[in-house]
């Protein structure tokens, strides 16, 4: 890719932003904590494959992310998300990239897909659902080895979802939650400090006082106050560490599809503080203007403060698989 970028899109689509974020994603997560998740696994085999929930679930990357680790060998995977969209194009992609691992295929139904090759065996359900009908519907019915939420909780009201998602894994089962988001969106070069800070913070408010269907469902800092809600519901947190987002131009410009990926932030923010009384329209339209001319430019350095944590919710002595 050449240093001229690319020009500012006409219209965004949240699929194609979810996979330029994948080699943003790459580069950010936390090594230690996703070593630690593969030392926390149990063994899977054929006969005893890891049950595997991914809540938010998007496109489906981190089933390509995991398997790439070498993390999915024998599992049974559930990817749910509520965007039937991202569903269809999870089902779309899931399938193409297996076949090029030199897996092979079969699509039992649209939402059934069965990979293999010798010592491997992945069984992927997706299903367009909202999680909290996923769990009213699975509690008490089936539980998972390992829950996956990435970049998911700083989305919910993690004190009231983080209970009801637990209770879907089995004594000892284990909850990775990375690109969690914890309370800092850095632009530079800076445009006007004041100004910048004033967009920043409130950015963080919109999603402080963010309400769905009525109810509270974000929280700007839910990094930092994870480690609280996992001990009030008993998890032990095994590893954590931060997985901040660095997006900037190299010698060839943004790595793959990340001047997209920026210009879709920029877009988020414009989109989320229009109207905002305390900011002047005229002055923020001009400086969403200047973000997107610096994207082009290569200019534009993108910083988020993220963290990842790794936790286990307890076993009565003599239960834990290995
Ligand atoms: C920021 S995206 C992250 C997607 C994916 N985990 C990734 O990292 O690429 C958050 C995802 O959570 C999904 N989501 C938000 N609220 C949800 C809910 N109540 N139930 C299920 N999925 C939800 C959204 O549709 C979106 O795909």
Not at 67 to 80: D, E, F, H, K, V
Not at 81 to 107: C, F, K, N, S, Y
Not at 284 to 294: C, K
Request: hydrophobic share 45%.
């Amino acid at each position: 890719m050449g240093a001229c970028i690319m020009s500012i899109p006409r219209t965004y689509s949240f699929a194609r932003y979810l996979s330029a974020k994948k080699s943003v994603d790459d580069r950010a997560l936390n090594q230690h904590v996703w070593q630690s998740l593969r030392a926390a696994l149990p063994r899977a085999t054929a006969e005893q494959p890891l049950h595997i929930l991914e809540v938010g679930a998007g496109l489906g990357t981190t089933v390509e992310r995991l398997y790439a680790g070498g993390m999915l060998t024998n599992a049974i995977y559930t990817a749910i998300d509520l965007e039937p969209t991202l569903i269809a194009e999870a089902r779309r992609r899931l399938p193409q990239w297996a076949a090029a691992q030199g897996l092979q295929v079969q699509q039992e139904c649209q939402a059934q897909l069965h990979m293999q090759r010798p010592g491997q065996d992945i069984r992927i359900a997706t299903e367009a659902i909202d999680l909290f009908h996923f769990i009213a519907r699975e509690q008490g019915q089936r539980t998972w080895d390992l829950l996956i939420a990435q970049a998911l909780l700083d989305l919910v009201d993690v004190p009231t979802t983080l209970p009801a998602l637990l209770s879907l894994l089995r004594p000892g089962g284990l909850l990775y939650c990375p690109i969690t988001f914890d309370g800092s969106t850095v632009f530079e070069p800076e445009i006007d400090p004041e100004f910048d800070a004033a967009i920043e913070a409130c950015y963080h408010q919109t999603m402080d006082h963010r309400l769905v269907a009525g109810k509270p469902s974000g929280d700007s800092r839910t990094g930092r106050h994870l480690f609280t809600h996992l001990q009030a519901a008993g998890v032990e947190v095994l590893a954590a560490g931060s997985s901040d987002w660095v997006v900037f131009a190299g010698p060839n410009g943004y790595a793959a599809d990340e001047a997209y990926f920026l210009h879709f932030i920029i877009h988020t923010v414009h989109t989320a503080l229009t109207g905002h009384p305390d900011l002047d329209a005229g002055r923020f339209t001009a400086w969403i203007a200047q973000r997107h001319a610096q994207v082009e430019q290569g200019t534009l350095v993108y910083i988020a403060h993220q963290l990842d944590v790794l936790g286990r919710v307890p076993a009565p002595i003599g239960e834990t698989r290995e």
